[in-house]
T-cell receptor, first 113, second 115 residues
Framework: AQTVTQSQPEMSVQEAETVTLSCTYD???????LFWYKQPPSRQMILVIR??????QNATENRFSVNFQKAAKSFSLKISDSQLGDAAMYFC??????????FGAGTRLTVKP | NAGVTQTPKFQVLKTGQSMTLQCAQD?????MSWYRQDPGMGLRLIHY???????DQGEVPNGYNVSRSTTEDFPLRLLSAAPSQTSVYFC??????????????FGEGSWLTVV
């Protein structure tokens, strides 16, 4: 069964500092997609970044970047220059061939001023 | 551009009652789906549809029914509400059912409490 594990229920970072959120997944597939979603208190799900498994280059979106280690089945999110608006729940997700997605349990990120 | 619209946003039901959560998208997306989010857990797929007239079960389909008569709408029906169905429900859509990195757009969620 495909599962997604986020081992850090809560993380805290000082404003302007860098934080890394961990995610591991289990799959027997070779082709898939991985995502990080942000969920603020409003509960809206906001796409942060995506990674295609066939691409070796790590995805980057402004202050957000990933460290994708396919052999290790690891997909961590790095947030640089953290801002107060980054405070939220962050979900790692794995996408199946039929567009089904499996989500991790989430990491609650607190940003301290 | 409204995106994905869910109604109602909040609902309280008594055990055994039935209700329908509405979902509509105005982006002409083929793929639509329903998730539930419980405390301490990520979203779990209930049902999905790859086009009008086509639906299939996800990870946790029991107690729910769906239909897709139009491209725009994908209602979720609770047949006989149970306290275990207390959750936040998210509708989502994406452009194509084909396997790709297409962005999945989420609605704002519907808070359902069953007492």
């Amino acid at each position: 069964a495909q599962t997604v594990t986020q081992s850090q229920p809560e993380m805290s970072v000082q404003e302007a500092e860098t934080v890394t959120l961990s995610c591991t997944y289990d799959t027997s597939e070779s082709d898939y997609y991985l995502f990080w979603y942000k969920q603020p208190p409003s509960r809206q799900m906001i796409l942060v970044i995506r990674q295609e498994a066939y691409k070796q280059q790590n995805a980057t979106e402004n202050r957000f970047s990933v460290n994708f280690q396919k052999a290790a089945k690891s997909f961590s999110l790095k947030i640089s220059d953290s801002q107060l608006g980054d405070a939220a729940m962050y979900f790692c997700a794995y996408k199946f061939y039929n567009n089904d997605m499996r989500f991790g349990a989430g990491t609650r990120l607190t940003v301290k001023p | 551009n409204a995106g994905v619209t869910q109604t109602p946003k909040f609902q309280v039901l008594k055990t055994g009652q039935s209700m329908t959560l509405q979902c509509a998208q105005d982006m002409n997306h083929e793929y639509m789906s329903w998730y539930r989010q419980d405390p301490g857990m990520g979203l779990r797929l209930i049902h999905y549809s790859v086009g009008a007239g086509i639906t299939d079960q996800g990870e946790v389909p029991n107690g729910y029914n769906v239909s897709r008569s139009t491209t725009e709408d994908f209602p979720l029906r609770l047949l006989s509400a149970a306290p275990s169905q207390t959750s936040v429900y998210f509708c989502a859509s994406s452009y194509s059912w084909e396997f790709s990195g297409n962005t999945i757009y989420f609605g704002e969620g519907s808070w359902l409490t069953v007492v």
